[in-house]
């Protein structure tokens, strides 16, 4: 079983950073992917980023290319998002996700099949 931890999150003002951070843990943790997924409020959960465990390759939203930086640090089985030049419309529940085997996509929620319990990130403007 798989457990993932999210933490980092917090109140900023609008054009500041934060990084969020999420740990892993069980027995044997090999995923193909990790995601970070947000959810606003009446919003359907979206995808963020997106990094391949083995060869560190990334992907982003348009949304949040070129301020938001997914990475990983597969020796202490963690992935974190920085995150510059928030904006308001950022402010959502920040999900960390894990998919342990290749559906064909990355983007999907319903690709991973393990996820953190969430934290809050609110940009105030």
């Known amino acids: 079983q798989v457990q993932l931890v999210e933490s980092g999150g917090g109140l900023v003002q609008a054009g500041g950073s934060l990084r969020l951070s999420c740990a892993a843990s069980?027995?044997?943790?090999?995923?193909?992917?990790m995601g970070w997924f947000r959810q606003a409020p009446g919003k359907e959960r979206e995808f963020v980023a997106a990094i391949t465990w083995s060869g560190g390759y990334t992907y982003s939203a348009d949304s949040v290319k070129g301020r938001f930086t997914i990475s990983r640090d597969n020796a202490k089985n963690t992935v974190s998002l920085q995150m510059n030049f928030l904006r308001p419309e950022d402010t959502a529940v920040y999900y960390c996700a894990a998919q342990t085997y290749w559906s064909g996509t990355y983007h999907l929620s319903s690709d991973y099949n393990y996820w953190g319990q969430g934290t809050q990130v609110t940009v105030s403007s």
């Open positions: 069980g027995r044997t943790f090999s995923p193909y992917i």
